[in-house]
């Protein structure tokens, strides 16, 4: 089964503030495998995630998008209009890096009654398909990104709380 093949996520934990859980880079890698065949992607992928804390968070939003906050996961796109950098060595396509704040997930799956795992899982797969092309700036494109995000989860068997209440505020 070469379905494995087509993806490598390569995972790096920059941060000491959250203990990682067993089985969380199996649920990140899960989750990005998912999202792209959700997606029908074609081909070898490459996705590098980042775990970091509150403050390495808040440094990248300040130096890329000039907000000096945290946030709780950045998506930095390698690929414009489905068009994507290749490894060399691999021929893979390199669809880009995320960034996820280990605290910020911690902190966001106590205040929605969940786990970290489906915190950490639902962040991935928002922010895969960001790295695919995906925005949530109007409404519309919002309703459609989170169907698919709820979707990845139930198929990962991580549905949603019934507390989970969607806050335009925090889109």
């Known amino acids: 089964m070469a379905e494995h093949n ?3 996520v390569i995972i790096t934990n920059k941060q000491k503030a959250v203990k990682i859980p067993t089985g969380i880079r199996m649920l990140v890698r899960r989750c990005c495998n998912a999202v792209l065949r959700l997606e029908k992607f074609e081909g070898y992928a490459e996705i590098s995630v980042t775990f970091t804390d509150n403050e390495g968070i808040k440094a990248l939003n300040k130096q890329y998008r000039d907000k000096d906050i945290e946030t709780d996961v950045l998506s930095f796109p390698m690929g414009e209009n489905g068009v994507y950098d290749t490894n060399p060595e691999t021929g893979a396509q390199i ?17 929605f009654g969940h786990s970290l795992q489906r915190e950490v899982g639902y962040l991935t797969a928002h922010s895969v398909l960001h790295l695919l092309g995906y925005d949530h700036m109007e409404k519309l494109e919002r309703v459609r990104m989170r169907e698919k ?6 198929q990962l068997g991580l549905p949603a709380s019934s507390s989970y209440i969607v806050d335009d505020d925090m889109a």
């Not at 880009?96 to 997930?105: H, L, P, R, Y």
């Not at 911690?106 to 205040?111: H, I, M, S, W």
């Open 95 to 111: 669809l880009g890096d995320v960034v996820i704040s280990m605290e910020k997930a911690r902190d966001q799956a106590e205040l």
């Open 149 to 154: 995000e709820e979707l990845v989860m139930e």
């Open 6 to 8: 087509k993806i490598r």
